[in-house]
């Protein structure tokens, strides 16, 4: 046997469910080729092997995966396609490995006892004494003339688009990111800064993580009275 589950071509939705491997033949637990998956409320997925990969199957549908916030524990690897990594979403759930790449903008995994890794969030900056779960949530809430900071090193940020007078204090971390902006269909920058305002990026670095390298064209697209400095502008992964 080499799959317990195998989804080809329809959309599978999972709940409540034990998907348990205790031999040593299964490649697979779940093979997703096609079709949408959401690995729901309460589902536990247990393996010495490969708990589900996301992977494109010749002329199928491309596949979507979600597993929902409030997932069990799934034990086992997670194999994802490189050019659909973008179509994979932790939102929660407890991984016997960290999966930050794959979780939503502001959500990391974290491991209290070095044995399991839990899907919370944790804020990204700050204005002030106020904090904010991305960074573009930051840029949305601040006004004209204000700092944001970042808090911590990001390894799956969203690209953000700049349309105020403002400097980003990157505080010595590097923001990674793993989805772009833009125009409708063009959502390749890192980030986006329009015309007609003053921005400032210091103090730390900003690249594309390797895994989401297909998705960017250009790290920093500047329409802007731009200052950069002590910067980090790393555009090895720009590969679109």
Do not use: W
């Not at 809430?141 to 953000?160: C, F, H, P, S």
Request: include cysteine; charged fraction near 20%; hydrophobic fraction near 35%.
């Amino acid at each position: 046997i080499s799959t317990v589950i195998l989804n080809i071509f329809s959309h599978l939705t999972l709940k409540n469910i034990d998907l348990v491997d205790e031999t040593d033949h299964i490649q697979y637990v779940l093979s997703n080729n096609s079709g949408n998956v959401e690995i729901g409320e309460g589902t536990n997925i247990k393996t010495d092997a490969v708990a589900f990969d996301v992977c494109k199957y010749a002329s199928y549908e491309v596949p979507v995966v979600t597993v929902a916030e409030d997932a069990g524990r799934i034990e086992g690897k997670i194999e994802v396609t490189p050019v659909i990594a973008n179509n994979l979403t932790i939102n929660g759930g407890i991984y016997s490995a960290d999966y930050t790449d794959y979780c939503p903008d502001g959500l990391v995994c974290i491991t209290p006892d070095n044995t399991e890794y839990y899907v919370v969030e944790v804020p990204v900056a700050k204005i002030e004494g106020e904090t904010y779960p991305t960074l573009a949530a930051a840029v949305e809430a601040a006004t004209d003339g204000q700092t944001i900071k970042l808090m911590r090193e990001v390894r799956n940020g969203y690209g953000v688009k700049i349309e105020k007078d403002l400097t980003i204090d990157f505080a010595g971390y590097t923001y990674q990111l793993k989805k772009g902006v833009g125009s409708t269909g063009t959502e390749s920058n890192g980030l986006q800064i329009l015309a007609g305002n003053d921005v400032t990026l210091k103090n730390g670095a900003l690249e594309v993580n390797p895994i989401f390298k297909y998705y960017f064209y250009i790290l920093v697209q500047n329409y802007a009275n731009l200052t950069v400095k002590d910067m980090n502008l790393d555009g090895a992964n720009l590969d679109k």
